[in-house]
């Protein structure tokens, strides 16, 4: 039985959602690298650490939406996997590197 032709503009051109990812990871990218200089008026370190994620993430989405049609690739998953882990860690590195509370106390606000 052949397949039922659909509406949905993805079934046509399934190509428009990569396109979409790729500029989904850009967007990110650029998001990055802006809260990393907005951060540095404030805070050096973490501003900087931000800022040094965006160009891994802007490759990371580039590396990941050039796999081949067809078949799977469980070493691009891997790949962006593993750095969406980093840049969580750093960000978590670089919360505890800015200027917290010096107390439970003080971070519960009694």
Do not use: C, N, Y
């Amino acid at each position: 039985m052949p397949p039922v032709p659909s509406d949905d503009p993805e079934d046509v051109d399934p190509g428009l959602a990569r396109e979409r990812t790729r500029l989904a990871w850009a967007r990110t990218s650029i998001a990055f690298a802006a809260v990393g200089a907005a951060m540095l008026r404030k805070e050096l370190i973490p501003g900087l650490i931000v800022l040094a994620t965006s160009p891994l993430i802007w490759a990371v989405g580039s590396f990941a939406s050039h796999a081949p049609r067809g078949r799977p690739r469980p070493g691009r998953l891997l790949v962006v996997t593993v750095t969406v882990t980093l840049v969580a860690v750093l960000a978590v590195v670089a919360a505890f590197l800015g200027h917290g509370p010096t107390s439970l106390r003080q971070l519960l606000h009694v």
